[in-house]
Each structure stands twice: as structure tokens, then as C-alpha cells.
């Protein structure tokens, strides 16, 4: 393993020489490829990629060396170009080696396709924690950073889906459907019938082949329950035009998990938007209906810390205590537990009734209130409110599926996309960590801080 890596990760060359060193041969990159791909256990991998971040980087000597130069030539009164050589030196030396790698096997045919697994094993080792450290960390980064080049938005291609695409596409997309699983070939179908859309991006190099795709259902009004778009057929056969008033993202997966943190989502419902601008130009309302993953593993973690405190309780009312507990016939705590997990608390009426006003506040708090860095903690707030969306509604019941009411408590909630306001709205959340919300989400927010001492 290590002298392959020594034959297919070129030298550094020289800062002289690094416009005349002419490029590994082909067969050293291909080498490697192969070596890789014939590695069927993710340690193996992971093996390689911890050798190549740690054994492969950047030369520490040459960039303090490098550095040095650069704080004297500060202190000296030299002209500029001097000064702008020595950080030249500088930058190149700050280059890892297996970024020369990377780049060579990109020229490769299939090698950027390669380069996305590659980065997507490197994730799924973080996560399972067979490969730690800041070396690991810093060449997901440099890939990371690679990929965003390759697939900035001038090098990917709009597609709309239709019944009539090629079966291998429906295929794919019925496969790597995240959010709300496609259940049969009639359910596809109708994702793809009268009053629905459905967009992808591929890439230059592979046209035809789904990065990302986006689901969107074409709607009299803002939506609030996803059953009613993936489940209930469609007014009629054919649109009506004056039927639609309001475009609803209510699904965007990627299905390469080794372009995560690449910024293809945000670039596809731009462009989304402006296909059904052209389509419809009296369109005027575009949101999001979306799932929030992790509000019940975050409530949950809530009444797991309390009721290990006995007699304490911040997150209800006394009166909500009682009501809930009559129902139940146990504590709260211990009871909305068991409840919450397994999603059995909607088979009673009473309960559904008596957990709306506690659930809505404390999703709009864990929405609005709960951050990671200043910024909001679920995952899809964050991508959203990045794009410049306003949180603008939470929807009781809103997902009745097992999936719905066991990560999130069948809540969803609305991103409205102010177009006019996008901008200035991602600047505030990008650079001040700003939330543009609604008054129904403040609202709720002053319930929560009224009502609970977290």
C-alpha cells in the first residue's frame, strides 16, 4: 500500500520547476484507481485514505520556511513584486501533495466520478470513526473544495422529469427518493403527472445522470400537509392554469453522497424557480413544505434529562401536565417516552388535542432557538434559511407517516422564498445570524421562553 502510494502521489516539484515538470504517467493515476476499487472492506479504505492524508500532505518545513520569508520581506522596504513572489512561494508550498493526485485522476475518464465515491467513503468512514484527525479532516476539505469547482452551476445541465424519461432515470430517482419514499411505479408516475414537477441537475460529463433532484408540487396555496401531495391524485388530468397559484418544494435529495456540503441544491431551485417563472409567469407564491429531522430525538433527550430529575419539569404548563397525564395515566415524562418513539400517541384523540399547543412551541424553539456556531441547528432550517427563506410556518399533523411522526412528531414546517428579499435575507443569516421568521414562529418562540426555564 505504501509504494503504491509513493509511485501514483507526485512529488512536489520545485517552485522553479513547477510549470516544466512534466505529469505523472497515466498508468500511475490508473494504478491507483484500480488498486482502490479493488479494495472490497471499508477499513481497507479507510487504511488508504488516513496513509494519504497523513503521509501525503503539505511539507510543514517548507511552509514555515516560506513563512519566514514572507514576515521579513514585511519588515524590509522592498518593492512589491518581490513581496508578491515570496507569498506566491508561499501558497504553493501550503498545497498538499495528494491534491496533485486528485487532480491528475480527474483527468482520467470516469476519475471525477471516482474522486465523488472516493469522497463519499472518506464520510462514511468519519462517521462510523474509522478514520479521525485533522489530517482526515483537511483533505475532505481540499476534495470538497475540488468538486465545488468541477460542479459549480456553469457546468450542470437542467432536466425535468416526465413519464416519458428513460426508464433508468425514473429508476434512479424512485431510488434515491429521500424524503418521502416512492412506493410503486403508479406513485412515480404521479410525481411526474398534471400539477407536479420534477427537476435534476447532471453534469456535463455525465449528462443524463441525476446529481440532485428536487420534487415540486404546483398548488392553489401554500400546502401543509405532504399526504395531500404525495398521496391524493391530482384535480384533473390535464392543468388549468388558473388552478395554480403557489410552486411547493416539498423534496430534494442527493444521490451522491460524496457531493455533501457541494452547493447543488441551493443552485438547483434557483433555477428552478426561473423555469416556472417562464412557465407560469403569474406564479407568485414559492415555498417549501419540509421535514424536521431530529426534533423527537432532541425532545426526547429533553425528557430523558428531566425525568431523571424527579418533580422537575420546564418544558409544560402545570395545566398541561395534568391534561396530559390523565390521558396517559402516567407521569408525563416517562410516559410521552414511550409515546413519541413509536409514534402510537396519535391513535388517541384526547392526546393529539393536548399535545399541540407544547409540541408547536417547542418545535418552533428548537427551529428558531437551538443553534450549532450561531447558526440554526436542523440541518434543513440551516440549508433554507442560507438560501434566504423566511420561516414563515409550522403544521400540525402534517406528516402522518410512520417516518414523519417518529423523527419529527408529524410536524412540518413552510420556507417561504420571498424572491425579492432572498438576498438580503442570506446576507443577514450568512453574516449576522439573522433569522427571518414569521409572527405565527415568534409567536410560538415567546410561548416557549414564556413558559419554559431551558
Request: hydrophobic share 40%; net charge neutral; glycine share 8%.
Amino acid at each position: 500500500m505504501d509504494e503504491l502510494l509513493r509511485r501514483a502521489v507526485p512529488p512536489t516539484p520545485a517552485y522553479e520547476l513547477r510549470e516544466k515538470t512534466p505529469a505523472p504517467a497515466e498508468g500511475q493515476c490508473a494504478d491507483f484507481v484500480s488498486f482502490y476499487g479493488g479494495l472490497a472492506e471499508a477499513s481497507q479504505r479507510a487504511e488508504l485514505l488516513s496513509r494519504l492524508a497523513q503521509g501525503f500532505g503539505v511539507d510543514h518545513g517548507q511552509v514555515a520556511e516560506q513563512s519566514a520569508g514572507v514576515l521579513q520581506l514585511r519588515q524590509q522596504s522592498r518593492e512589491a513584486a518581490v513581496l508578491l513572489q515570496a507569498e506566491d512561494r508561499l501558497r504553493y508550498a501550503l498545497v498538499p501533495r495528494y491534491r496533485g493526485l486528485f487532480h491528475h485522476i480527474s483527468k482520467l475518464d470516469g476519475g471525477v466520478r471516482f474522486l465523488v465515491q472516493l469522497r463519499a467513503d472518506l464520510l462514511e468512514a468519519q462517521s462510523l470513526k474509522l478514520v479521525e484527525g485533522p489530517h482526515v479532516r483537511e483533505m475532505n476539505g481540499v476534495l470538497k473544495g475540488m468538486l465545488s469547482e468541477w460542479f459549480s452551476s456553469g457546468f450542470l445541465n437542467l432536466e425535468r422529469v416526465t413519464w416519458h424519461s428513460p426508464c433508468e432515470v425514473l429508476q434512479k430517482i424512485s431510488e434515491c427518493e429521500a424524503v418521502h419514499p416512492v412506493k410503486n411505479w403508479m406513485d412515480m408516475k404521479r410525481r411526474v403527472g398534471p400539477y407536479r414537477r420534477c427537476y435534476f441537475f447532471s453534469h456535463c460529463s455525465t449528462p443524463g445522470e441525476p446529481l440532485v433532484v428536487l420534487h415540486v408540487a404546483l398548488t392553489g396555496d401554500i400546502s401543509n400537509n405532504i399526504q395531500g401531495i404525495v398521496k391524493e391524485c391530482p384535480p384533473s388530468e390535464t392543468e388549468e392554469r388558473n388552478r395554480i397559484a403557489a410552486a411547493i418544494f416539498y423534496s430534494i435529495s442527493l444521490t451522491q453522497q460524496g457531493l455533501q456540503g457541494v452547493e447543488l441544491g441551493t443552485f438547483l431551485i434557483k433555477r428552478v424557480v426561473k423555469e416556472l417563472q417562464k412557465e407560469f409567469p403569474h406564479l407568485g407564491a414559492f415555498s417549501s413544505l419540509s421535514p424536521i429531522p431530529g426534533f423527537t430525538k432532541w425532545l426526547l433527550g429533553l425528557l430523558n434529562v428531566q425525568g431523571k430529575e424527579h418533580g422537575r419539569n420546564e418544558l409544560f404548563t402545570d395545566s398541561e401536565c395534568k391534561e396530559i397525564s390523565a390521558v396517559t395515566g402516567n407521569p408525563v415524562h416517562e410516559s410521552l417516552k414511550g409515546f413519541l418513539s413509536s409514534g402510537e400517541w396519535v391513535k388517541s384523540e384526547k392526546l393529539v388535542q393536548a399535545l399541540q399547543g407544547p409540541l408547536m412551541r417547542l418545535c418552533a424553539w428548537y427551529l428558531y432557538g437551538e443553534k450549532h456556531r450561531g447558526y440554526a441547528l436542523n440541518p434543513v432550517a440551516n440549508f433554507h434559511l442560507q438560501n434566504g427563506a423566511v420561516m414563515w410556518r409550522i403544521n400540525w399533523m402534517a406528516d402522518s407517516s410512520l417516518k414523519g411522526l417518529t423523527s419529527s412528531c408529524g410536524l412540518m414546517v413552510n420556507y417561504r422564498y420571498y424572491l425579492e428579499e432572498t438576498g438580503p435575507n442570506s446576507i443577514s443569516y450568512l453574516g449576522s445570524k439573522n433569522i427571518k421568521a414569521s409572527e405565527q414562529i415568534l409567536s410560538l418562540v415567546a410561548q416557549f421562553q414564556n413558559t419554559s426555564k431551558l
